[in-house]
């Protein structure tokens, strides 16, 4: 079965693996200090989950080109998102006003799509990690893996696409 990493971008970087039925697997958020100790760090990270086929990326830049370079070596399909492409498709426009309420945001879906994927509830959940794992869920879309969003994700005046 084919599996998608998502990352959001940084030197603490959140992660976030979904399963080829567009479930969540797993989440969490990593502080590598520096590009250098990420740049070493990436090919296990993308070893975590053997059957990646697609790597989603919230960001540009060099930290981008780190785990582009390593996932085309391996034949992964990369794909770049921005925060505004992802968030106009699960936030209202309202929620997007300033990043701190974005951010706030993006961490309450983000733990109904844990609790929808059947996986252990965090006890808190960084907004890295909260932006990857909806990173990912734009991904699952995108690649056609979740034709629509789950009703218990789905949020009043959205349809079933997110919008």
Do not use: C
Not at 33 to 60: C, H, N
Not at 63 to 77: M, P
Not at 119 to 129: F, K, M, N, Q
């Amino acid at each position: 079965m084919a599996s998608l990493l998502a990352v959001d971008l940084g030197v603490r970087t959140g992660l976030a693996a979904y399963g080829g039925d567009g479930r969540l697997r797993w989440y969490r958020s990593q502080n590598f200090g520096s590009a250098a100790r990420l740049r070493r760090a990436v090919p296990a990270l993308l070893d975590a989950e053997p059957d990646t086929t697609r790597l989603v990326v919230e960001g540009g830049g060099p930290l981008e080109k780190i785990w582009r370079a390593e996932a085309e070596s391996r034949g992964i399909a990369v794909q770049q998102v921005s925060a505004e492409t992802w968030r106009a498709l699960f936030l209202y426009p309202r929620e997007q006003r300033s990043g701190e309420l974005a951010k706030r945001t993006a961490i309450a879906l983000a733990r109904h799509v844990v609790d929808w994927s059947g996986i252990r509830r965090p006890t808190s959940l960084r907004h890295d990690a909260a932006e990857a794992i909806l990173t990912g869920l734009w991904g699952v879309l995108s690649a056609g893996w979740l034709h629509a969003l789950p009703s218990s994700i789905l949020r009043p005046s959205h349809d079933a696409t997110g919008r």
